[in-house]
């Protein structure tokens, strides 16, 4: 938890505020002073949760490309997993299946607290599997503990590649 | 038009409909818990599609579109924090699977 500052707080405002004008999408003055008076005070109150470094860095159009086919790329993949839960629910599998928890190890390029939980909040969005915990061990390697329900593979990095595929990939684009 | 929307309501039914059988079906706590993300993910999103396009058929315009955009958002941004902390509690507070892990790496974890 980092100190509030003036950066932090107008970093956590704007987004406050453009939430809210999407939300009410009206530009009456009225609505715009109660908005920002909502905002500021959310921001005074959450923007040390929020921002730990750079206070801007949402406020930057390439992240925001990233973002959209990060999007693609997990609705594909939480469609495809969809499917094989549809499988194993509707089939006598559910009974038999053997569940376990993997640890897998992070990617090189996620570093960050918010790529970690963008790639565990992912991995939890599939149905199939659920991030049960995130752990860093002494050479500063993350990794998750993983609870899958259809288990296939249990050597680490194998699991890795079947559980993130290349979702870890485009995560780690947005938090560089 | 109007037969996409049909098709999309079908899709984001029938995904609900596998996890609440899921939920009932599934042996244990852990099964249980994994079936449910279907309802959240797959019948969210057709259903938000589904409206999506029934707001431009009908001509609702772009707030309509932009504010189910948001609650797809919502959804899919708080469904997964809410099924990490129930599944952590659950295996925090020893509740056994229905057939033994066939792999526990949180175990060693727990005793560092």
Redesign the interface.
């Known amino acids: 938890m980092e100190k509030r500052s003036f950066s932090s707080w107008l970093g956590t405002f704007i987004p406050c505020f453009l939430?809210w004008l999407?939300?009410t999408?009206s530009l009456e003055l009225r609505e715009i002073i109660l908005g920002a008076a909502v905002s500021a005070i959310v921001a005074w109150f959450t923007a040390r949760f929020f921002i730990h470094k750079k206070p801007f860095f949402l406020l930057n159009p390439v992240k925001w490309v990233h973002m959209v086919v990060y999007a693609v790329v997990l609705?594909v993949e939480?469609?495809k997993a969809?499917i094989a839960?549809?499988g194993?629910?509707?089939s006598s599998k559910?009974?038999?299946c053997?569940?376990?928890?993997?640890?897998i190890p992070a990617g090189e390029d996620i570093k960050s607290d918010y790529a970690l939980s963008t790639v565990?909040?992912?991995i939890?969005?599939?149905?199939?599997?659920?991030?049960?915990?995130v752990?860093e061990d002494k050479t500063g390697k993350n990794y998750y503990?993983v609870?899958w329900?259809d288990?296939q593979e249990?050597d680490p990095e194998k699991a890795g590649e079947m559980i993130k595929g290349t979702l870890e990939k485009y995560a780690g684009r947005i938090w560089k | 038009m109007i037969y996409a929307i049909y098709v999309f309501i079908a899709i984001g039914v029938f995904f609900s409909f596998v996890g609440t059988l899921g939920v009932m079906r599934m042996p244990d706590v852990y099964g249980k818990l994994q079936a449910s993300t279907c309802i959240a993910t797959m019948g969210t999103l057709s259903i938000t599609v589904a409206g999506v396009l029934y707001a431009i058929h009908a001509g609702m315009g772009v707030s309509v579109c932009i504010k189910l955009a948001i609650l797809l958002l919502f959804v899919w941004g708080t469904n997964p924090v809410s099924n990490h902390a129930l599944i952590k509690a659950a295996y925090k507070m020893g509740v056994k699977p229905y057939k033994e892990f066939k792999i526990d790496s949180y175990k060693e974890e727990e005793k560092k």
Not at chain 1, 98 to 103: A, C, D, E, T
Not at chain 1, 124 to 133: A, F, Q, S
């Open positions: 939430l999407l939300l999408w609705v939480v469609i969809n839960m549809a194993i629910v509707l559910c009974k038999t053997q569940s376990g928890i993997v640890l565990s909040n992912a939890t969005l599939t149905p199939g599997t659920i991030t049960m915990d752990a503990y609870h329900l288990l249990t």
